[in-house]
């Protein structure tokens, strides 16, 4: 495991045709991920994952996160549009979350789904940016993310940076299959509640902090 170093959270690329990659992933590139070994599905998520999630989403901005992060985190996100892709674990996940934010008082904009494997991705790609909302939270399958990634950067406005996900995204794997600015500031949770960062090619991890009083 890499360890962690200071990043700018509000300092990805912004989202262009010039920097992005091709949309879809050259087989090539799959068939030597293929060599390692599939990726693992998606594992339900856990009571202590969410509660990291909705922390994170809610936190105020970091001195690490950079003055554009920060002057984009004034206040907590209000709208979120929440994607997942289509095995039960990432419905069940994307559902729990969504019910969690509106019982928090916030909106959800919309639950956008992909599959897998697709011509291109596009129509879902719109549809999880429509309505610009604060923030995006993601429950899926690493392969389709990937994908479904490379389309956002390439086609849309979408920010990684203001973008949040379940442990089953926090992939070393997933990142240089997206390539390395295409999810730069994505963060999200881990089974254990801690945290996870997408740092350019790197995924960092940070392990749950103490609980107070306890040893």
Do not use: C, K, N
Not at 99 to 113: F, I, P, Q, S
Not at 151 to 179: C, E, I, K, M, Q
């Amino acid at each position: 495991m890499r360890s962690p170093r200071p990043t700018s959270l509000g300092d990805a690329p912004t989202a262009s045709a010039h920097l992005a990659p091709s949309p879809r992933i050259p087989q090539y590139e799959m068939d030597e991920m293929d060599a390692y070994g599939p990726f693992a599905a998606p594992a339900p998520h856990t009571d202590v994952e969410l509660a990291m999630l909705l922390a994170l989403l809610t936190a105020p901005p970091a001195p690490s996160d950079g003055d554009r992060a920060r002057r984009r985190r004034r206040t907590a996100p209000a709208t979120l549009t929440i994607g997942h892709s289509r095995d039960d674990a990432s419905v069940a996940s994307a559902t729990a979350f969504a019910e969690a934010w509106r019982a928090a008082g916030g909106t959800v904009l919309a639950l956008v789904d992909w599959p897998e494997r697709a011509a291109s991705w596009l129509r879902a790609a719109r549809r999880f940016t429509a309505g610009e909302p604060d923030a995006w939270v993601v429950a899926a399958a690493p392969l389709g993310w990937a994908q479904m990634s490379r389309r956002l950067r390439h086609s849309t406005g979408w920010d990684p940076s203001r973008t949040y996900g379940f442990a089953s995204v926090g992939d070393s794997r997933l990142v240089a299959l997206a390539g390395p600015e295409t999810l730069h500031g994505m963060r999200g949770a881990t089974p254990d509640g801690g945290t996870w960062l997408i740092d350019h090619r790197w995924v960092t991890r940070q392990p749950p902090r103490p609980t107070p009083g306890r040893t």
